[in-house]
């Protein structure tokens, strides 16, 4: 459900992903956009990636003046995106 915040002219669309993978542990959520992180426990279990997805998501959101956080908890991460919306009409 998407939700208006009159203060931002922003449009949150809110999205869960489910891990079917190592999940993301809670220490980790603030490194996870940095170019080139991988988790621990992705390379101890050879999982492939270049650890470049979530930094390129995060400075496209930044170049549209959007954002995206993300929270971590038994094992599913939450990711939420925020993105402006100049024609929005309440």
């Not at 993978?21 to 080139?36: L, N, R, T, V, Y």
Request: charged share 15%; proline share 3%.
């Amino acid at each position: 459900m998407d939700s208006y915040s009159s203060d931002t002219g922003a449009i949150s669309n809110p999205g869960t992903v489910y891990q079917c993978g190592p999940g993301i542990g809670a220490h980790e959520i603030d490194a996870i956009f940095d170019k080139f992180y991988r988790s621990k426990q992705a390379v101890h279990q050879g999982i492939q990636g270049t650890g470049l997805g979530l930094a390129l998501v995060q400075q496209l959101l930044n170049l549209m003046g959007g954002q995206i956080t993300a929270s971590s908890n038994d094992g599913e991460t939450h990711f939420e995106i925020w993105l402006p919306n100049e024609g929005l009409k309440q």
